[in-house]
């Protein structure tokens, strides 16, 4: 009754805030308690939780509440909003210039009618779920953002920034579809101009040494996410799949340096509940790894699927797994150019489908795969999403070369389709059973 009474007082106030900015306040409410009952129904419902994910949680939470009001008021010191859609654009370039950087895609199924007005209705449901939220006047970022920053990634992005970009707060950076020199050339190039853009939007001059901080900054939370996900080796890890992903989720949103203490806290408990022999998954729990697609905020649906079937995800090989915490930029890099070509490199070492040919990604899933001791890999593709579908080809041959069986998922937010998947992903992991 006290959580409920407390719930509203909440809403009651990011309501406020919500009306203050301009938004739908009553079809952000249908859409966010929709979005609330899911993260209840699955991510709160499980047992044996650690006690450090609350402040995650509470991240989730105040997705649309508390960080809001905290970067309106930082933007009233001077501080600027850049929205972002893809883990590609440089963190460090952003924080150095006193921005804040926050990941605005949609995992939401019920903004998707709103894109729909402008977009096509097959392309994937991230793109539209994003575009949705904007267009539905319910994303409290929107009306605040100083800069969206677009990729030229898949098709569906690319196409659609196009289409959004005629109001000029929308800056595109070009990412090559290959790896070789000239590529290395071109990204170099384009971090520079993302860097002379943002000096611009600033007002401020990347400083060498604010960028060294900015560096170190980003691969302590690299490295506390990575420590994370290694307690997801042991034989009985002390977190689940989902809670993974939560804390996942709020790295791409919260304020670095507090996301960063609080993770290490948090792997304080874990590596506590390690010792003392404390997991959360049965013994005949199968280990399943989640490779493709990223899960982003209010998308927890095939780890819950998964989990809720008996299974425990140990590893994701997506934008909100390894792909964003793997590899770290090189610190003793002096002189702004150098810096900047460091980060350069360590961007273009992610191994997005986009990138043809894309052998190191399939190199990774095999070590993950190793390290984490996994039974089975579920291959998670976003309807539409053809570079991911395309390449779940060769993944698929790789782990059957290497002994580890895979199953492909290619679904949207939809919850029509859980009924259809559960009874694949069970019969999936009973194979494995035997
Ligand atoms: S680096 S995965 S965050 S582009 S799922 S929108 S690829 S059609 S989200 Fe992504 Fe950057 Fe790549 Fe990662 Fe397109 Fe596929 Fe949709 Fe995607």
Same mark, same amino acid.
């Given at each position: 009754?006290?959580?409920?009474?407390?719930?509203?007082?909440?809403?009651?106030?990011?309501?406020?805030?919500?009306?203050?900015?301009?938004?739908?306040?009553?079809?952000?409410?249908?859409?966010?308690?929709?979005?609330?009952?899911?993260?209840?129904?699955?991510?709160? +419902?499980?047992?044996?939780?650690? +006690?450090?994910?609350?402040?995650?949680?509470?991240?989730?939470?105040?997705?649309?509440?508390?960080?809001?009001?905290?970067?309106?008021?930082?933007?009233?010191?001077?501080?600027?909003?850049?929205?972002?859609?893809?883990?590609?654009?440089?963190?460090?370039?952003?924080?150095?210039?006193?921005?804040?950087?926050?990941?605005?895609?949609?995992?939401?199924?019920?903004?998707?009618?709103?894109?729909?007005?402008?977009?096509?209705?097959?392309?994937?449901?991230?793109?539209?779920?994003?575009?949705?939220?904007?267009?539905?006047?319910?994303?409290?970022?929107?009306?605040?953002?100083?800069?969206?920053?677009?990729?030229?990634?898949?098709?569906?992005?690319?196409?659609?920034?196009?289409?959004?970009?005629?109001?000029?707060?929308?800056?595109?950076?070009?990412?090559?579809?290959?790896?070789?020199?000239?590529?290395?050339?071109?990204?170099?190039?384009?971090?520079?101009?993302?860097?002379?853009?943002?000096?611009?939007?600033?007002?401020?001059?990347?400083?060498?040494?604010?960028?060294?901080?900015?560096? !170190?900054?980003?691969?302590?939370?690299?490295?506390?996410?990575?420590?994370?996900?290694?307690?997801?080796?042991?034989?009985?890890?002390?977190?689940?799949?989902?809670?993974?992903?939560?804390?996942?989720?709020?790295?791409?949103?919260?304020?670095?340096?507090?996301?960063?203490? !609080?993770?290490?806290?948090?792997?304080?408990?874990?590596?506590?509940?390690?010792?003392?022999?404390?997991?959360?998954?049965?013994?005949?729990?199968?280990?399943?790894?989640?490779?493709?697609?990223?899960?982003?905020?209010?998308?927890?649906?095939?780890?819950?699927?998964?989990?809720? +079937?008996?299974?425990?995800?140990?590893?994701?090989?997506?934008?909100?797994?390894?792909?964003?915490?793997?590899?770290?930029?090189?610190?003793?890099?002096?002189?702004?150019?150098?810096?900047?070509?460091?980060?350069?490199?360590?961007?273009?070492?992610?191994?997005?489908?986009?990138?043809?040919?894309? +052998?190191?990604?399939?190199?990774?899933?095999?070590?993950?795969?190793?390290?984490?001791?996994?039974?089975?890999?579920?291959?998670?593709?976003?309807?539409?999403?053809?570079?991911?579908?395309?390449?779940?080809?060769?993944?698929?041959?790789?782990?059957?070369?290497?002994?580890?069986?895979?199953?492909?998922?290619?679904?949207?937010?939809?919850?029509?389709?859980?009924?259809?998947?559960?009874?694949?992903?069970?019969?999936?992991?009973?194979?494995?059973?035997?």
């Amino acid at each position: 009754m006290a959580a409920r009474i407390r719930r509203e007082e909440c809403m009651a106030r990011s309501d406020e805030l919500l009306k203050d900015l301009g938004l739908d306040v009553d079809l952000h409410r249908r859409i966010f308690d929709a979005v609330d009952r899911n993260f209840r129904e699955t991510v709160l +419902a499980q047992k044996i939780r650690p +006690a450090r994910m609350a402040y995650f949680d509470g991240v989730i939470h105040e997705a649309h509440g508390g960080r809001v009001r905290e970067i309106i008021e930082r933007r009233a010191a001077g501080d600027k909003l850049i929205g972002t859609f893809c883990i590609y654009v440089p963190e460090e370039i952003v924080l150095a210039l006193g921005a804040i950087p926050v990941a605005l895609c949609g995992g939401t199924s019920l903004s998707i009618p709103y894109a729909e007005k402008l977009l096509p209705r097959d392309i994937c449901p991230l793109v539209k779920s994003t575009v949705g939220l904007a267009l539905s006047n319910t994303c409290p970022y929107s009306p605040i953002e100083d800069l969206a920053v677009g990729e030229t990634t898949c098709d569906a992005k690319k196409k659609t920034w196009d289409l959004l970009a005629k109001n000029g707060d929308l800056y595109v950076i070009e990412l090559p579809q290959k790896k070789g020199a000239r590529d290395r050339d071109l990204w170099f190039e384009e971090v520079c101009q993302f860097k002379t853009r943002l000096e611009r939007l600033t007002g401020r001059t990347l400083d060498p040494e604010r960028l060294a901080g900015a560096v !170190r900054l980003m691969n302590r939370k690299r490295r506390a996410l990575a420590r994370l996900n290694d307690f997801r080796k042991e034989a009985n890890p002390p977190l689940s799949g989902l809670d993974a992903l939560v804390v996942m989720q709020g790295a791409l949103l919260d304020d670095a340096i507090r996301f960063t203490e !609080r993770l290490e806290a948090l792997n304080d408990e874990l590596e506590d509940r390690v010792r003392r022999g404390i997991g959360v998954a049965s013994e005949r729990a199968k280990r399943i790894m989640i490779s493709g697609c990223p899960s982003v905020l209010g998308n927890w649906k095939l780890h819950a699927l998964v989990e809720s +079937a008996g299974a425990i995800v140990v590893c994701d090989e997506t934008c909100t797994g390894s792909r964003y915490y793997e590899n770290l930029v090189e610190e003793d890099r002096s002189g702004l150019e150098a810096q900047i070509a460091a980060i350069a490199d360590r961007y273009l070492k992610i191994e997005c489908s986009c990138f043809s040919p894309n +052998a190191e990604r399939i190199d990774s899933i095999l070590r993950l795969a190793r390290e984490h001791r996994v039974h089975g890999v579920v291959q998670y593709v976003l309807q539409y999403c053809h570079t991911y579908n395309v390449e779940a080809v060769a993944v698929a041959a790789a782990l059957k070369d290497a002994g580890v069986p895979s199953l492909k998922v290619v679904t949207d937010y939809a919850e029509s389709d859980t009924g259809q998947l559960r009874l694949r992903v069970d019969a999936f992991l009973e194979g494995l059973g035997r």
